[in-house]
Structure formats: structure tokens, C-alpha cells
């Protein structure tokens, strides 16, 4: 029994905004965003054969379906990828077991649609709508803005966006991470897995989490309001205010800015410093330039300190505008 590797090449033009869907049973998947409208996906498969012909036929059996229309490009593979190799195993006496990599570049504000099985997943450049789904597996979404909608039940999944973000996220027991320079919204419910931003949250954006037993854990640029209902232990590391009772209470940093409303029952709030993004730096107002007639008279001020006239006390006093 060898191993032999063969691909399948999938390319379609879906236009800038387009739909790309894929979905897979097994196999690792990685996404680039790329310019223009052309989609191009590679699958390669490791085929475990008795010969090469027998793995010419297994990949004729396995290759991914695709359907093109316009705007649009949905592939998937043969459902169940433990019972396609079972099945090709006894026709071809014994053989049919193959692993699965998939590496697709999208156009960068491509519809993206994901759902995989024991899949990880890591998805790079993307700005559009995205939807992810994981049963499980890991899943990374890097240098990302636009829209993220994601689902997991077991399997981390790390968000990482350079333009303003908005989040939806359901997890059963992995834990979730966002890093963004703006969070323009979001609503999150797990059931055992920590939540843990990073990010300035829009002034005008709705803000929810939700836990069974998760922590929440927030490295804040800028100011908020927490409002934690639950029997939460709440800390922060910045300067704060801490108002309500035990089990509904409001943590106020800064001015107050945004709502987070955080619901748990047994989870902890810790409010920190960011330790990925800066705070902005504070507004610095401009020194006017001076007008002519002032440059002149700081001029006279520097020439009659020249001369003697003036010692040097009385020309900084001048210079910073006394009489």
C-alpha cells in the first residue's frame, strides 16, 4: 500500500462581492483574500492505494462537487468522509483511505461561507460577510474587518481585525478571542469557554456576552460601562467606578462611553490594559504659526538681547508675552 497525491484545481470568477461556500467533513482549510473578483481553490489529496491506477479511480470517487452560477461558487465534499472511504475500501480491497488540504484565495470582500468537521481552519484578508460553522477544530481569522459569524463546538476560535469588526459567536467549549482595533458590535454566547477582547468599542454599537461558566477578560482602549448581571467576580486594572448590587452591578471606566452587558453564572470579569493594540494617542492642539508682525517684534526682542539692551530674563519674558 503507497501513498499517492492527486489535486483538483477550482476557479470561477465571482465577482468583487461574490459568494464563495465550501464544505467539507475532514481535511484542513486556509483562505486568502486576494484582489479582484476570481476565486481559485486547490484540494490535495493523499490517496492510500495499492497502485497507481487504483488511486487514479479512488480520485475520480472523491473529488469535491462544485456548482458555479453567477456570483456565486459552492463546493463541498461527498458526504461523510468516513463512510466514502469505507465504501471505496471494499470495492477496491482495502484501499481508500486519503486526508484532505484545501487552500483557497477569494476576493477580499467575497460572501464567505465555511462549514468543516475536524477541520482547522485559518482564514487571512477577508472584509466581507463571513460565516463560519466547526464541529470540531481550531479556527484563526487574521488581518479581518467586515463581519463575523461564528459557530463552534469544540475547538478554539482567535479573531484578529485590523478595520472595524462586528461579531456574532456561539461556542460550547472552546474559548474565544478578538483583537480589534474597533469592535463595532457584539453578541457572544458560550457555554464553558472564556471570552477574551481586545479592542475600542464603538461609541454607537450593541455590546453583549453571555456565559454558563466562561470568564470575560477585556484588554479596553478607551472608555465603557459594564454592566455584569450574575454572581461575577469583578476586577480591573484600570481607574473605575464600581456602582449596584452583588448579583447587577456597573463597572464605569472613563467616561462611561459604550454599554457591555456581560450575563454569567459563575463566570469572572477582569478589565485590563491592552497588551496587542495601543490606547490613540491624545489629541495634540497645534501651536499656531506666528504672524508676521509677531515674528518681527520676536526678532526686536532677540536683537536688543543681542545688543545688550535686555538680559536674558527679560527677553524670555518678552518672547513668552509679557508687556
Known amino acids: 500500500m ?38 481559485h ?18 480520485f475520480e470517487a472523491i473529488q469535491l462537487r462544485v456548482d458555479r452560477s453567477t456570483g456565486s461558487l459552492n463546493v463541498e465534499e461527498h458526504g461523510g468522509h468516513q463512510s466514502v472511504g469505507s465504501m471505496i475500501g471494499r470495492l477496491f480491497g482495502g484501499s481508500g ?36 460553522h466547526s464541529v470540531s477544530g481550531d479556527l484563526s481569522v487574521n488581518n479581518s474587518g467586515g463581519s463575523v459569524r461564528l459557530e463552534t463546538v469544540s475547538g478554539d476560535a482567535t479573531i484578529r481585525a485590523e478595520e472595524p469588526l462586528a461579531v456574532q459567536a456561539q461556542t460550547v467549549s472552546g474559548d474565544l478571542n478578538i483583537t480589534a482595533t474597533t469592535l463595532r458590535s ?20 450593541d455590546f453583549r456576552a453571555e456565559t454558563v461558566s466562561g470568564d ?11 454592566e455584569i448581571h450574575g454572581l ?4 480591573s486594572e484600570l481607574d473605575h467606578r464600581l456602582e449596584g448590587q452583588i448579583d447587577r452591578r456597573r463597572l464605569i471606566i472613563g467616561s462611561g462611553g459604550p454599554r457591555l452587558v456581560f450575563n454569567s453564572m459563575s463566570g469572572d470579569v477582569n478589565i485590563r490594559h491592552p497588551r496587542r493594540i495601543s490606547a490613540r494617542p491624545a489629541a495634540v492642539n497645534p501651536v499656531p504659526e506666528p504672524t508676521p508682525a ?23 519674558r518678552r518672547l513668552a508675552g509679557g508687556a
Do not use: K, W
Open 232 to 235: 461575577s467576580t469583578v476586577s
Open 41 to 58: 481553490l486547490r484540494a490535495t489529496f493523499e490517496i492510500s492505494a495499492s497502485s497507481d491506477s487504483d488511486a487514479d479511480r479512488l
Open 97 to 132: 483511505d486519503y486526508e484532505l488540504t484545501i487552500e483557497a484565495d477569494v476576493p477580499t470582500a467575497t460572501q464567505m461561507q465555511l462549514h468543516a468537521v475536524s477541520s482547522d481552519m485559518t482564514i487571512t484578508d477577508l472584509r466581507g460577510e463571513q460565516r463560519y
Open 294 to 316: 509677531e515674528q518681527e517684534s520676536q526678532l526686536e526682542v532677540l536683537r536688543a538681547l543681542e545688543r545688550g539692551e535686555i538680559d536674558v530674563e527679560e527677553a524670555t
Open 186 to 205: 457584539l453578541r457572544a454566547n458560550t457555554v464553558s469557554g472564556d471570552i477574551q477582547l481586545e479592542a475600542e468599542l464603538a461609541s454607537d454599537g
Open 216 to 226: 470575560l477578560s477585556v484588554g479596553l482602549v478607551g472608555s465603557a460601562t459594564f
Open 2 to 39: 503507497g501513498t499517492y497525491v492527486r489535486t483538483q484545481s477550482i476557479d470561477h470568477n465571482v465577482g468583487e462581492a461574490g459568494r464563495v461556500s465550501l464544505n467539507i467533513t475532514s481535511g484542513d482549510v486556509r483562505v486568502r483574500g486576494i484582489p479582484g473578483g476570481e476565486a
